[in-house]
């Protein structure tokens, strides 16, 4: 999807080859290895398009909202490298009244609306390009101690406070207007207005801390045809970042695409993951994908584990995704709950699916020889913290603190207290003993693999001894043993151990998943509907998630189930075509609910997509035609604009 080269007079016609299906009030824009994104949140408290910030360890995420003439909610085209807002006119959205400090904008003359471009450069730039008319900047000073100030007549400071950084606005062409209020020890407001004269304006906007970059170094139109100019043109960074997403696509997202009735689904759901790549510092030690770049901008001890799998055609990425957890792995063997740029947080752990995403990568031929020696003692290392750290009763049998820990936070299964010995855990524990039992197998160490292998063995009876009721696994609680009345699908997740399940326990659990409600027309519902506890928003009481779902389509693939496998990949496709990748889905509309950009929706849904094959009969022209399960721009629906930021 590289950009084609500009006209160099005219800037407009850098516009990007190829639009991409996003809805900014649900998916962010943004492109990789930058902390910045852009949001628009349409709710009646604080509408508009935000510069925001996706840094670790910050209180308020916006910084600076942006109004395009008088247009709040400007109308929004998105490529991989540039977002370009446009003024609606008069039939659009109201017009909210300028702060005292900074009179309103003079309108612009007639027939001329307002038209901004924006992208990014690096860790921490904004470029923002004024075709035509105004831009309108309202810094977003919340904070005690926010600070907006002029440097010079073009170039302000804003030192916020709640996103515990600097930022510094350098005008490099165009004229600009700026006022802000002060109050004893803060600033009240502040507003910068640019406008396009004599061509277009031009913006430069970088984060810092101590130190802004010692100069802006970029050019307003495109660069020098001789190739010899240093300054960096506007239009070179949206052709880079459009080349590299262009390279994502047809790596990561073109192979999966097998069905091209679901190909512009999956250019969303690469896009995405793309996008939500930001690099190495801080405790971040390597390049790693965000859960989202709306508000959950962490990295939890599960969630990567996803993104590593729909990295497998870059086995180097994939292990990556999968390491930047174990980097934080403490001297006992445990894996912090979640880490970003700014910490690492260990109050909470995930559960063990590690072992389980390691011999998937395997199957798909996706890790060396070298990369399972590097990965191996990490591995064997989590797999006993959780038998030396959580054994609570001297069973052998781990516990979770909290649902937190079993990644299902409020899952009924926990319901009545903890701990709680669920069967989930050891189900995972089994997968990651059987994992280095083929990890010692393959590096010729057959005593070890035969020792794991045992292991693995054992662990399986001891679920089936301990949690099998003669239809499901149950759980209990920890200290009484007591078995705990649930029906969350959480106690069908052994499931996931596919053949490694005794068969006639396989076939029952199966019949149960299907007989008992579970499986709806948009995946396996986290609690079935028929079920008391059933909320249709309630998080992990009912809801369709991504991660739940792939573990139970390749435990049913390999313990034989595959017609049932592919039926349940093919509903949460469709789910994700109609809805884009939200955080989990409603069970029966199939609604997207919470987060409308989590990375581990995008990467399970091309990871599914990647086991499709095209249907019988599909061809391009009838993928055209098809209006079942191709995901139009405004799919992702604005009805997400407070979920974003839930």
Same mark, same amino acid.
């Given at each position: ?8 007079? &005219? ?27 852009? &949001? ?11 510069? *925001?910030?996706?840094? =670790? ?5 916006? @910084?600076?909202?942006?109004? #395009? ?8 085209? #998105? ?30 003359a007639s027939g001329v609306r307002a038209e901004v471009e924006l992208t990014f450069s690096g860790r921490g730039r904004t470029l923002i390009r004024v075709l035509s008319g105004t831009l309108t900047i309202d810094f977003a000073v919340r904070d005690r101690y926010d600070v907006v100030l002029a440097e010079s007549e073009r170039a302000w400071r804003f030192v916020d406070s709640g996103a515990v950084r600097n930022y510094r606005l350098e005008l490099l062409s165009g004229a600009a207007r700026f006022a802000s209020g002060w109050d004893v020890e803060h600033s009240t407001d502040g507003r910068l207005e640019v406008s396009a004269v004599d ?21 307003? $139109? ?10 960096? &043109? ?26 091209? *009735? ?23 030690? *390597? ?37 930047? @957890? ?6 006992? $063997?445990?894996? %912090?709950?979640? @880490? ?25 031929? !996706? ?6 020696? !590097? ?14 750290? *959580?054994?609570?009763?001297?069973? /052998? ?19 009545? /207290? ?109 609690? %079935?509907? &028929? ?6 928003? $309630? ?25 049932? !496998? ?7 496709? !469709?789910?994700?075509?109609?809805? =884009? ?8 509309? =199939?609604? $997207? ?54």
């Amino acid at each position: 999807m590289s950009a084609a080269q500009p006209a160099p007079s &005219s800037p407009t016609s850098a516009l990007s080859s190829a639009a991409l299906p996003v809805d900014i009030t649900g998916t962010p824009f943004s492109i990789r290895g930058s902390f910045f994104a852009v &949001s628009a949140f349409d709710d009646d408290m604080t509408p508009g398009v935000y510069l *925001r910030t996706v840094r =670790g360890g910050v209180r308020n995420r916006e @910084i600076l909202r942006l109004r #395009v003439g008088d247009d709040l909610l400007p109308s929004v085209e #998105v490529s991989a490298g540039r977002l370009m807002l446009r003024e609606r006119g008069a039939e659009g959205p109201g017009r909210p009244a300028a702060p005292a400090a900074c009179p309103a904008s003079p309108t612009p003359a007639s027939g001329v609306r307002a038209e901004v471009e924006l992208t990014f450069s690096g860790r921490g730039r904004t470029l923002i390009r004024v075709l035509s008319g105004t831009l309108t900047i309202d810094f977003a000073v919340r904070d005690r101690y926010d600070v907006v100030l002029a440097e010079s007549e073009r170039a302000w400071r804003f030192v916020d406070s709640g996103a515990v950084r600097n930022y510094r606005l350098e005008l490099l062409s165009g004229a600009a207007r700026f006022a802000s209020g002060w109050d004893v020890e803060h600033s009240t407001d502040g507003r910068l207005e640019v406008s396009a004269v004599d061509g277009p304006a031009l913006l430069a906007i970088d984060e810092f801390g101590s130190a802004p970059a010692a100069s802006a170094s970029v050019s307003p $139109g495109v660069a020098n045809a001789g190739g010899h100019s240093a300054l960096l &043109s506007f239009d070179d960074a949206v052709a880079s970042a459009e080349a590299d997403f262009d390279r994502w696509w047809k790596r990561h997202g073109a192979p999966a695409a097998h069905d091209p *009735r679901f190909e512009p689904t999956a250019r969303l759901a690469a896009y995405v993951t793309w996008s939500a790549l930001v690099p190495a510092g801080g405790a971040l030690r *390597r390049e790693s994908m965000l859960m989202s770049k709306n508000r959950m901008a962490h990295i939890w001890s599960w969630d990567h584990c996803f993104n590593a799998m729909a990295l497998r055609r870059d086995p180097t990425a994939a292990l990556d995704q999968l390491l930047t @957890i174990f980097d934080h792995q403490d001297e006992h $063997g445990g894996l %912090p709950d979640h @880490i970003d740029d700014a910490g690492v947080q260990f109050n909470f752990a995930k559960p063990p699916i590690h072992g389980w995403t390691v011999t998937w990568l395997m199957d798909h031929d !996706a890790v060396s020889d070298g990369q399972l020696a !590097a990965i191996e003692a990490p591995l064997r290392r989590w797999t006993t913290w959780w038998r030396e750290q *959580r054994d609570y009763r001297g069973d /052998g049998i781990p516990s979770y603190n909290h649902g937190n820990d079993s990644g299902w936070d409020n899952s009924t299964v926990f319901g009545e /207290g903890v701990p709680v010995q669920s069967p989930d855990l050891l189900a995972f524990l089994a997968l990651q003993e059987s994992a280095l039992g083929r990890i010692a197998e393959r590096l010729g160490r057959p005593d070890d693999a035969a020792h794991w292998r045992g292991r693995a063995a054992s662990t399986v009876a001891q679920l089936v001894d301990g949690f099998w009721t003669g239809e499901r696994f149950a759980a209990r609680h920890t200290l009484s043993g007591d078995r705990i009345p649930s029906q969350s699908l959480l106690t069908l997740m052994p499931l996931a151990l596919g053949e490694l399940l005794p068969p006639d326990v396989f076939a029952a659990a199966v019949a149960t998943l299907v007989e008992g409600g579970y499986l709806t027309a948009v995946g396996p519902a986290t609690e %079935p509907p &028929s079920s008391p506890d059933y909320d249709p928003d $309630g998080y992990w009481r009912g809801p369709v998630w991504a991660p739940t779902t792939l573990l139970l389509v390749d435990g049913l693939r390999r313990g034989g189930r595959t017609d049932l !496998a592919e039926r349940i990949a093919r509903d949460f496709a !469709a789910a994700c075509a109609a809805e =884009g990748m939200a955080e989990n889905f409603d069970a029966l509309s =199939g609604a $997207g609910l919470r987060d409308r950009s989590m990375t581990w929706t995008a990467s399970v849904l091309l990871v599914l997509l990647d086991t499709l094959g095209a249907p019988e009969g599909v061809t391009g022209d009838a993928a055209a035609a098809s209006s079942t399960v191709t995901a139009a721009p405004g799919a992702d629906t604005a009805a997400a604009g407070a979920g974003a930021r839930a």
